[in-house]
């Protein structure tokens, strides 16, 4: 074995990929908090027979929304787009909701907040999952400035 070397290697790939999307979620945590437009997350509620979308959980909002929104966090996290906003499917963008959610193209509009009696423009995007698939959550941006 005078003439011999041993080799020891490890597939480091994972481990290379992992601290990249640590890094990727760090920056844009950073950006969600420290935007001046409103950011909110929302999953997905689905029946459970059909599958079918019938209301939203929000799960994070940045501090821009929360003025925005009147709200305070406590107020807000874990509740139901139909307990926040009830009118939301008769004067709101419920189906415009159901359909980013479902379809993952985005949505540029306007919806007028009725309490407050001002539009501000939003846009909605789906996205997607760790396998590439759509997974249910979404953000709604608004601009107040």
């Not at 990249?20 to 950011?39: C, K, T, Y």
């Not at 009147?70 to 307990?83: D, K, N, S, V």
């Not at 007028?112 to 979404?138: K, Q, S």
Request: some cysteine; hydrophobic content about 45%.
């Amino acid at each position: 074995m005078e003439d011999s070397i041993v080799v020891s290697y490890d597939n480091i790939t994972q481990l290379k990929a992992d601290a990249q999307a640590a890094r990727r979620e760090l920056v844009l945590q950073q950006a969600f908090e420290v935007s001046i437009n409103g950011i909110t997350f929302f999953e997905a509620i689905r029946e459970k027979m059909s599958a079918v979308i019938s209301d939203f959980r929000l799960v994070m909002i940045n501090e821009a929304g929360l003025r925005m929104s009147g709200y305070t966090r406590q107020e807000l996290l874990g509740r139901t787009l139909w307990e926040i906003y009830p009118a939301t499917g008769i004067n709101g963008p419920f189906s415009r909701y159901v359909a980013v959610c479902e379809t993952g193209q985005p949505y540029m509009g306007e919806v007028l907040v009725v309490i407050a009696l001002f539009r501000y423009p939003f846009l909605l995007m789906n996205f997607l999952g760790e396998h590439g698939m759509l997974d249910g959550r979404w953000l709604l941006r608004g601009n107040f400035n």
